[in-house]
Structures are given as structure tokens and as C-alpha cells.
Nanobody, 115 residues
Framework: QVQLVESGGGLVQAGGSLRLSCAAS????????MAWYRQAPGKQRELVAR???????IYADSVKGRFTISRDNAKSTVYLQMNSLKPEDTAVYYC?????????WGQGTQVNVSS
């Protein structure tokens, strides 16, 4: 059974930084495409960033140049470095793991950015 455990969320002022971590277990992590999604109150869950097992990355337009996704296969962990945070980045951030044909989700970690 794949388990994803996020950490690193919290409260930060606008302009600040946070780093989210997602530790995976129960699978061969290096084979998975990993991603971060977020869901703000009253809004649909949206893709923030994705990194393939080969290291290719994509970002939502709203976070390009501010957020960086990375992975450490030796630690079975994916990271999301978030810089220059804005109040509109406030959301629950979810770690996602995809290995065809199954998606796995973490429990989410809250990020609050105050103005």
C-alpha cells in the first residue's frame, strides 16, 4: 500500500518562503511521476507542479518562477520550494503520485499566506 505523508505547511507572510515535503513508502518511488496540487476554499483542486520519473517538470502559470519541484529518489521524497508567496497561494497542498494506472494522494498540508 502506497502512503504519502506531507509536511512543511504553515503560516507565512506574503513574500516569504516555505518548503513542502512528501515522503512516500510502500512503492518503488523512482518509477512514479510525482506532483503537487492545491485546493483553496470554494475552488477546484488544481495542479501546481509535476515532476516525472525522468526529472522533467511542469508548472502552473501562476507559480512559474516562484515555485520549484524536486525529488530525491534515495529518500523517496518530493519537495516543493515555494518562494515569494502571495495570499492567493493559500490552500491545502496535496502530494500526488502516479504510476499507471493508479493515482495516490496524501492527506494534505495547509499553507496560509497573510498579507
Amino acid at each position: 500500500q502506497v502512503q504519502l505523508v506531507e509536511s512543511g505547511g504553515g503560516l507565512v507572510q506574503a513574500g516569504g518562503s516555505l518548503r513542502l515535503s512528501c515522503a512516500a513508502s510502500g512503492t518503488i518511488f523512482s518509477l512514479h511521476t510525482m506532483a503537487w496540487y492545491r485546493q483553496a476554499p470554494g475552488k477546484q483542486r488544481e495542479l501546481v507542479a509535476r515532476i516525472t520519473n525522468g526529472g522533467s517538470t511542469i508548472y502552473a502559470d501562476s507559480v512559474k518562477g516562484r515555485f520549484t519541484i524536486s525529488r530525491d529518489n534515495a529518500k523517496s521524497t518530493v519537495y516543493l520550494q515555494m518562494n515569494s508567496l502571495k495570499p492567493e497561494d493559500t490552500a491545502v497542498y496535496y502530494c500526488n503520485s502516479f504510476y499507471s494506472p493508479v493515482n495516490y494522494w496524501g492527506q494534505g498540508t495547509q499553507v496560509n499566506v497573510s498579507s
